[in-house]
Nanobody
Framework: VQLQASGGGLVQAGGSLRLACAASGLSLSFSGYTMGWFRQAPGKEREFVAASSLIGGITYYADSVKGRFTISRDNAKNTAYLEMNSLKPDDMAVYYC??????????????????WGQGTLVTVSS
């Protein structure tokens, strides 16, 4: 499985961006994968941002992005999205998408995910 993240860029505080994560090389249906987004700012640990799992049809968000970010997916296109609104300088990071079949562990845990994309940089200017 390969994940290709895109959509990062430079945006002013208060602005919006939409990230996309396209999956390929799937041997199982995309709909059965839990898709997650993580981010890593310079000097910080990679942290959970959001996830979408069809196990229970649930979406999950970090408290820091609730109400501002929305995760969605288009199973026909094998693509997950992260709509980011009201961006803040604290949101500046490299954003990574991740995937795992089903949900074999905590949705917020990096170790849960088997596949990772290469990351896309989001820069927020104040």
């Amino acid at each position: 499985v390969q994940l290709q993240a895109s959509g990062g860029g430079l945006v002013q505080a208060g602005g919006s961006l939409r990230l996309a994560c396209a999956a390929s090389g799937l041997s199982l249906s995309f709909s059965g994968y839990t898709m997650g987004w993580f981010r890593q700012a310079p000097g910080k640990e990679r942290e959970f941002v959001a996830a979408s799992s069809l196990i229970g049809g649930i979406t999950y968000y970090a408290d820091s992005v609730k109400g501002r970010f929305t995760i969605s997916r288009d199973n026909a296109k094998n693509t997950a999205y992260l709509e980011m609104n009201s961006l803040k300088p604290d949101d500046m990071a490299v954003y990574y998408c991740a995937a795992v079949w089903g949900l074999p562990g905590p949705v917020v845990g990096r170790a849960t995910y088997r596949y990772w994309g290469q990351g896309t940089l989001v820069t927020v200017s104040s």
